[in-house]
């Protein structure tokens, strides 16, 4: 004997039946099942909320621009940088390369 769509399996209906129900090929869950998975899903969307609202303004790197002009140790390291940065683009010639 062939099931519906509503429940696939006919003589769960004649033996009394699994202790869940079969919906549209999908096991039905309690209503136990049911409340703990929307309490875990009310929890996790809770704490996604909570990062999005304490994510920076898409404005936020304006707060720091400008925040290192003026300091010698800042301007001391971009100087050293260029310095190696040039000697990697003009790398020393191999002498005894033909």
């Known amino acids: 004997m062939v099931g519906n769509k509503h429940n696939p399996d006919p003589s ?3 033996h009394g039946g699994p202790a869940t129900t079969h919906i549209r090929g999908a ?3 309690s209503a136990a099942d049911i409340e703990n998975r929307v309490e ?3 929890t996790k969307y809770a704490q ?8 920076p303004s898409r404005s936020a790197w304006r ?3 400008g925040m290192f002009s003026d300091d010698p140790q800042i301007e001391s390291l971009q100087e050293e940088s260029a310095r190696i940065r040039e000697q990697d683009r003009n790398p020393p010639h191999d002498r005894g390369a033909s």
């Open 12 to 14: 769960a209906r004649r």
């Open 27 to 29: 096991l039905a869950m």
């Open 40 to 42: 875990a899903l009310e």
């Open 48 to 55: 996604l909320e909570k990062l999005v609202q304490q994510r």
């Open 63 to 65: 707060d720091v621009v």
